[in-house]
């Protein structure tokens, strides 16, 4: 569990507000009623405890050690007095506590007789000597320092005997891991984190875990909130793990984020006249290793807590407090793929048909009904509940008969919102003769409580309902039970009554949500159940649905236990993931080739729409790896330039594009690495810089180049080593990213027709192949090899000047695919290239001068990111510009001022957006990777 707080503090002299947050640790297993109770009980009580503390004026860190150290006295929780026993039944615990004021950090693990970890780690934290102390010396530290400490036993539960009792001769017991936390913004603006913990149930002697650790279990961040919370946590759902997150930050607003089942959390402010107690439930219903489906509005997988095989939940992708709130036209749109979806599962699994339910919050569930034959008949459970307040699930058990009375004012409650008046319109779209319960009820044969109708649907009340307002939604034709597989009109109208009737039940009984049920094995009529969720005064608790393997004659919203073979659930979501109705195939139409026809084109032609997307995409997540992942700071930079990075001179790549800007000549950027270079010196110590912008080149376009393209660049500080790794990481999580988003939508679009996504989906494979990166070839190398020899028509490099072949050597677009084929067709960096071959800027690698420290990666037809060291010294600047003749060298002296000024080592690599594309949809022509072309003798709107 990880504890965030932003490193911003608020500087005031005033007392302002305060805000806390703890937590109980999460966890994947449900404990019973009794124990919920008493986790929310014990929280509670730590919260008021700090309540009082911070109405007194206590500063953060004094209320966080305070918090922690009364959960670590409670028994219920995995920290101190409750710890989890390791291997040999010993507890060893561990604390850590990060003071936002001060800006300081003290840890402490594996002690095994101090009483109240989080107290030595404050100890540290104040008075040092050190940052982190562990074992037999922190606990003898504790005995110094006059903290309290206790026998081993001390920390020993029965829950926690019994635990590790299960856990001899197996992993770590599921479920039996878990932390305690507090996260505190107090009226002085200053913010404070601690966490405690006895590890995980089994585990090994002598391991430290992370909860301790600043960076792992405790952040201190100047991210947004929300984005911190999810990037903290991201890693660990990806790799399937249970985790949440606590943050605040230094406004006071707090997040909550878990991928586990269950996480009690506590939170309280100034405002507020006392804290408030409840067992978070997982706001990641979905883990991306699980996902079957997403778009724009939903994201749809397995279940990680099945209650039958296949169990699939659609979770809405927006903060939805209520299904039902959602525009009409939101909400039919997310039905019909819910439609779609379910002939997905039904193919998959070979069953019959699949139950919706849902609580009208923001998740659905779709149960795949094992165990049915072709041809229906009914199947009811025995089982009879009654609920007067939402007991924390909804299911389509009957209840026992209502009274006649209760119905009626219920009734009349509904009609009142409804509008309902008698006459009653008992029309019926079918034959007379029909028997069938609901068919007799329209026609008003049998006695009813009648709620709404229209022309084409009728709602009423059951007397066998399991909660108030429990109500039937039936249209006036008798249509098959199997509502998700009902054709498409009659099922889009039967929704949009839903959707009105149960906006008619919110408003009726006050409440904001509404449950919904399609299941259809007790009367074999296309009938909706609808059921007000009457929330309770307390949340109610949770509770495990049991696993069936076939359908009981009932379903239900709660989950199951958890999955015991995540390996194979992945792997089933992967294969149903590819069964999912694929994009229809798509090729690029060439228009830019008909400038007049273009603009146009791109608003209608699927292609473009999907080459939006991706650029999209790729955008998104070069800022999140950058910015995220690794702190670079992105740069505005223009568009305009007096030193092109690629001058005229020896080993220039490009022709420069001159430009009159208000009477002065100047250029538009080839590129703008000069640029990232000077910001990577206005700030220490940022690690590094980046943007994503145009570029623009002077020669004649053709299927390799373009006049205006699209770069991604960034500047590190470090070596040459330090950024092949990070290009090759970007690269990799570029192409990881597309495939877990888009998938489908490539293979349907490559260029080529094949559909083959093997230079993707290989790729880790490949680089783990290579020892973590991509294989590397000096240029000499290269030209050594057998397949690189020219032949009389096979010309594979050539030199920089025809006139003079020491001026250096280049490779041609044939020696580059040879290249790519010797390596299997995978990529390739071809390093250390001629010096003269390259622009002057790159870094030397030999005291000769000849070499350039620099590498171009290969990828697909050629090359795709260009990456070089840059000269350290100005002297090595004005050296180069001579040894490569750069004509009007005064344009760079700045560039060699600002080494004077900031001598830094430095790497930097640019990728040509268009070339990369075209080589994921296995293009040959980066001209129609652009949305709005800028091609020399052509001229595009807009």
Same mark, same amino acid.
């Given at each position: 569990?990880?504890?965030?707080?932003?490193?911003?503090?608020?500087?005031?002299?005033?007392?302002?507000?305060?805000?806390?947050?703890?937590?109980?640790?999460?966890?994947?297993?449900?404990?019973?009623?009794?124990?919920?109770?008493?986790?929310?009980?014990?929280?509670?009580?730590?919260?008021?405890?700090?309540?009082?503390?911070?109405?007194?004026?206590?500063?953060?860190?004094?209320?966080?050690?305070?918090?922690?150290?009364?959960?670590?006295?409670?028994?219920?929780?995995?920290?101190?007095?409750?710890?989890?026993?390791?291997?040999? $039944?010993?507890?060893?615990?561990?604390?850590?506590?990060?003071?936002?004021?001060?800006?300081?950090?003290?840890?402490?693990?594996?002690?095994?007789?101090?009483?109240?970890?989080?107290?030595?780690?404050?100890?540290?934290?104040?008075?040092?000597?050190?940052?982190?102390?562990?074992?037999?010396?922190?606990?003898?530290?504790?005995?110094?320092?006059?903290?309290?400490?206790?026998?081993?036993?001390?920390?020993?539960?029965?829950?926690?005997?019994?635990?590790?009792?299960?856990?001899?001769?197996?992993?770590?017991?599921?479920?039996?891991?878990?932390?305690?936390?507090?996260?505190?913004?107090?009226?002085?603006?200053?913010?404070?984190?601690?966490?405690?913990?006895?590890?995980?149930?089994?585990?090994?002697?002598?391991?430290?875990?992370?909860?301790?650790?600043?960076?792992?279990?405790?952040?201190?961040?100047?991210?947004?909130?929300?984005?911190?919370?999810?990037?903290?946590?991201?890693?660990?759902?990806?790799? $399937?793990?249970?985790?949440?997150?606590?943050?605040?930050?230094?406004?006071?607003?707090?997040?909550?984020?878990?991928?586990?089942?269950?996480?009690?959390?506590?939170?309280?402010?100034?405002?507020?006249?006392?804290?408030?107690?409840?067992?978070?439930?997982?706001?990641?219903?979905?883990?991306?290793?699980?996902?079957?489906?997403?778009?724009?509005?939903?994201?749809?997988?397995?279940?990680?807590?099945?209650?039958?095989?296949?169990?699939?939940?659609?979770?809405?992708?927006?903060?939805?407090?209520?299904?039902? /709130?959602?525009?009409?036209?939101?909400?039919?749109?997310?039905?019909?793929?819910?439609?779609?979806?379910?002939?997905?599962?039904?193919?998959?699994?070979?069953?019959?048909?699949?139950?919706?339910?849902?609580?009208?919050?923001?998740?659905?569930?779709?149960?795949?009904?094992?165990?049915?034959?072709?041809?229906?008949?009914?199947?009811?459970?025995?089982?009879?509940?009654?609920?007067?307040?939402?007991?924390?699930?909804?299911?389509?058990?009957?209840?026992?008969?209502?009274?006649?009375?209760?119905?009626?004012?219920?009734?009349?409650?509904?009609?009142?919102?409804?509008?309902?008046?008698?006459?009653?319109?008992?029309?019926?779209?079918?034959?007379?003769?029909?028997?069938?319960?609901?068919?007799?009820?329209?026609?008003?044969?049998?006695?009813?409580?009648?709620?709404?109708?229209?022309?084409?649907?009728? /709602?009423?009340?059951?007397?066998?309902?399991?909660?108030?307002?429990?109500?039937?939604?039936?249209?006036?034709?008798?249509?098959?039970?199997?509502?998700?597989?009902?054709?498409?009109?009659?099922?889009?109208?039967?929704?949009?009554?839903?959707?009105?009737?149960?906006?008619?039940?919110?408003?009726?009984?006050?409440?904001?949500?509404?449950?919904?049920?399609?299941?259809?094995?007790?009367?074999?009529?296309?009938?909706?159940?609808?059921?007000?969720?009457?929330?309770?005064?307390?949340?109610?608790?949770?509770?495990?649905?049991?696993?069936?393997?076939?359908?009981?004659?009932?379903?239900?919203?709660?989950?199951?236990?958890?999955?015991?073979?995540?390996?194979?659930?992945?792997?089933?979501?992967?294969?149903?993931?590819?069964?999912?109705?694929?994009?229809?195939?798509?090729?690029?139409?060439?228009?830019?080739?008909?400038?007049?026809?273009?603009?146009?084109?791109?608003?209608?032609?699927?292609?473009?729409?999907?080459?939006?997307?991706?650029?999209?995409?790729?955008?998104?997540?070069?800022?999140?790896?950058?910015?995220?992942?690794?702190?670079?700071?992105?740069?505005?930079?223009?568009?305009?330039?007096?030193?092109?990075?690629?001058?005229?001179?020896?080993?220039?790549?490009?022709?420069?594009?001159?430009?009159?800007?208000?009477?002065?000549?100047?250029?538009?950027?080839?590129?703008?690495?000069?640029?990232?270079?000077?910001?990577?010196?206005?700030?220490?110590?940022?690690?590094?810089?980046?943007?994503?912008?145009?570029?623009?080149?002077?020669?004649?376009?053709?299927?390799?180049?373009?006049?205006?393209?699209?770069?991604?660049?960034?500047?590190?500080?470090?070596?040459?080593?330090?950024?092949?790794?990070?290009?090759?990481?970007?690269?990799?999580?570029?192409?990881?990213?597309?495939?877990?988003?888009?998938?489908?939508?490539?293979?349907?679009?490559?260029?080529?027709?094949?559909?083959?996504?093997?230079?993707?989906?290989?790729?880790?494979?490949?680089?783990?192949?290579?020892?973590?990166?991509?294989?590397?070839?000096?240029?000499?190398?290269?030209?050594?090899?057998?397949?690189?020899?020219?032949?009389?028509?096979?010309?594979?490099?050539?030199?920089?000047?025809?006139?003079?072949?020491?001026?250096?050597?280049?490779?041609?677009?044939?020696?580059?695919?040879?290249?790519?084929?010797?390596?299997?067709?995978?990529?390739?960096?071809?390093?250390?290239?001629?010096?003269?071959?390259?622009?002057?800027?790159?870094?030397?690698?030999?005291?000769?001068?000849?070499?350039?420290?620099?590498?171009?990666?290969?990828?697909?037809?050629?090359?795709?990111?260009?990456?070089?060291?840059?000269?350290?010294?100005?002297?090595?600047?004005?050296?180069?510009?001579?040894?490569?003749?750069?004509?009007?060298?005064?344009?760079?002296?700045?560039?060699?001022?600002?080494?004077?000024?900031?001598?830094?080592?430095?790497?930097?690599?640019?990728?040509?957006?268009?070339?990369?594309?075209?080589?994921?949809?296995?293009?040959?022509?980066?001209?129609?990777?652009?949305?709005?072309?800028?091609?020399?003798?052509?001229?595009?709107?807009?």
């Amino acid at each position: 569990m990880a504890s965030i707080i932003s490193s911003t503090t608020l500087t005031t002299t005033t007392k302002a507000q305060w805000h806390f947050v703890l937590h109980g640790g999460c966890s994947e297993t449900c404990a019973d009623a009794d124990r919920q109770r008493e986790t929310i009980e014990n929280l509670q009580a730590v919260a008021e405890s700090v309540t009082r503390a911070l109405n007194q004026g206590a500063t953060a860190k004094e209320a966080v050690v305070l918090a922690v150290a009364g959960l670590e006295d409670c028994p219920t929780f995995n920290a101190g007095h409750g710890a989890a026993l390791n291997e040999n $039944g010993i507890h060893q615990l561990e604390a850590g506590l990060v003071d936002g004021a001060s800006k300081t950090y003290g840890a402490v693990g594996l002690l095994e007789t101090t009483k109240n970890p989080i107290r030595l780690a404050n100890e540290l934290l104040e008075h040092g000597p050190h940052t982190i102390m562990v074992g037999t010396a922190a606990d003898d530290m504790a005995k110094k320092l006059g903290l309290e400490t206790v026998p081993n036993s001390y920390f020993s539960t029965a829950f926690r005997k019994g635990l590790w009792e299960r856990s001899k001769g197996n992993k770590i017991v599921s479920g039996a891991n878990g932390t305690v936390g507090a996260v505190v913004l107090d009226s002085y603006g200053q913010l404070a984190a601690g966490g405690s913990t006895g590890g995980g149930t089994g585990k090994m002697d002598g391991r430290l875990g992370d909860t301790a650790i600043l960076g792992a279990g405790l952040y201190a961040d100047d991210r947004t909130l929300r984005d911190a919370a999810r990037q903290a946590l991201l890693p660990v759902s990806q790799a $399937g793990a249970s985790c949440a997150v606590l943050a605040i930050d230094a406004n006071g607003e707090s997040i909550v984020e878990s991928n586990a089942r269950h996480f009690p959390v506590a939170w309280g402010s100034s405002s507020s006249p006392s804290p408030k107690s409840v067992i978070h439930p997982t706001t990641i219903p979905v883990l991306q290793t699980h996902e079957i489906y997403h778009d724009d509005q939903l994201v749809i997988g397995h279940s990680r807590y099945p209650s039958t095989r296949g169990h699939t939940l659609a979770a809405f992708k927006t903060d939805v407090k209520s299904l039902f /709130a959602l525009t009409l036209d939101e909400f039919l749109r997310a039905m019909n793929t819910l439609r779609t979806i379910n002939s997905a599962l039904r193919k998959f699994y070979h069953v019959e048909r699949c139950a919706l339910i849902t609580e009208g919050k923001d998740v659905l569930s779709i149960w795949p009904l094992h165990g049915l034959g072709r041809d229906w008949k009914p199947i009811m459970s025995d089982v009879k509940e009654y609920h007067k307040t939402f007991p924390g699930y909804v299911s389509s058990h009957d209840g026992p008969m209502m009274a006649s009375e209760q119905l009626d004012d219920i009734c009349s409650k509904i009609r009142s919102v409804s509008g309902l008046s008698e006459p009653l319109n008992y029309r019926f779209d079918g034959p007379d003769d029909d028997k069938n319960l609901f068919a007799r009820i329209i026609r008003g044969e049998l006695p009813q409580y009648r709620v709404w109708e229209d022309e084409e649907h009728v /709602a009423f009340l059951t007397p066998f309902a399991n909660a108030d307002g429990f109500t039937v939604l039936v249209p006036r034709v008798h249509l098959s039970s199997d509502i998700l597989s009902l054709e498409e009109q009659s099922y889009t109208k039967l929704m949009a009554a839903a959707h009105g009737m149960a906006g008619m039940l919110m408003k009726a009984f006050d409440t904001q949500q509404c449950g919904m049920i399609f299941e259809g094995f007790e009367i074999d009529y296309a009938h909706v159940k609808l059921i007000p969720i009457h929330s309770p005064a307390d949340a109610p608790l949770d509770a495990v649905a049991s696993f069936h393997e076939t359908y009981q004659g009932y379903v239900s919203s709660l989950q199951g236990p958890i999955c015991q073979n995540c390996p194979e659930l992945v792997r089933t979501s992967q294969a149903l993931r590819r069964n999912i109705r694929p994009p229809e195939s798509v090729t690029p139409p060439r228009s830019w080739s008909n400038p007049d026809r273009h603009l146009l084109t791109v608003l209608q032609d699927p292609w473009y729409k999907r080459l939006f997307t991706i650029q999209d995409t790729l955008f998104h997540t070069s800022t999140d790896f950058f910015h995220k992942s690794h702190g670079y700071q992105y740069c505005l930079v223009p568009s305009t330039t007096d030193a092109v990075s690629s001058p005229m001179g020896l080993g220039s790549d490009s022709l420069p594009v001159s430009v009159s800007l208000l009477g002065q000549p100047t250029y538009l950027a080839d590129s703008m690495q000069f640029a990232l270079e000077y910001f990577l010196r206005i700030r220490d110590p940022v690690p590094g810089v980046y943007y994503v912008s145009t570029s623009f080149r002077g020669e004649d376009h053709d299927a390799r180049h373009v006049n205006q393209f699209h770069h991604v660049e960034c500047e590190l500080r470090g070596s040459f080593a330090q950024g092949i790794k990070i290009a090759e990481g970007y690269i990799l999580n570029l192409v990881a990213r597309l495939l877990r988003d888009y998938e489908a939508i490539i293979q349907a679009s490559t260029a080529d027709g094949t559909g083959r996504l093997d230079h993707l989906t290989s790729l880790h494979d490949y680089a783990k192949s290579h020892g973590g990166g991509f294989p590397q070839i000096t240029f000499d190398d290269a030209l050594s090899l057998p397949t690189m020899q020219d032949g009389k028509d096979a010309i594979t490099w050539r030199p920089v000047s025809e006139s003079d072949l020491s001026k250096g050597r280049t490779l041609t677009p044939l020696g580059e695919k040879r290249l790519l084929e010797h390596f299997g067709g995978g990529p390739v960096w071809l390093t250390e290239m001629d010096h003269l071959s390259v622009p002057f800027y790159q870094a030397y690698t030999d005291p000769g001068h000849t070499k350039a420290r620099c590498a171009d990666l290969l990828l697909g037809k050629g090359e795709v990111l260009g990456l070089g060291e840059r000269h350290v010294s100005a002297g090595e600047v004005w050296d180069a510009l001579d040894l490569h003749r750069v004509p009007d060298k005064e344009k760079y002296r700045w560039y060699a001022g600002i080494r004077e000024s900031k001598p830094l080592q430095t790497v930097g690599w640019g990728m040509g957006i268009e070339r990369f594309l075209a080589w994921v949809f296995r293009h040959d022509d980066i001209r129609d990777m652009l949305i709005v072309p800028r091609l020399k003798g052509m001229s595009f709107a807009p």
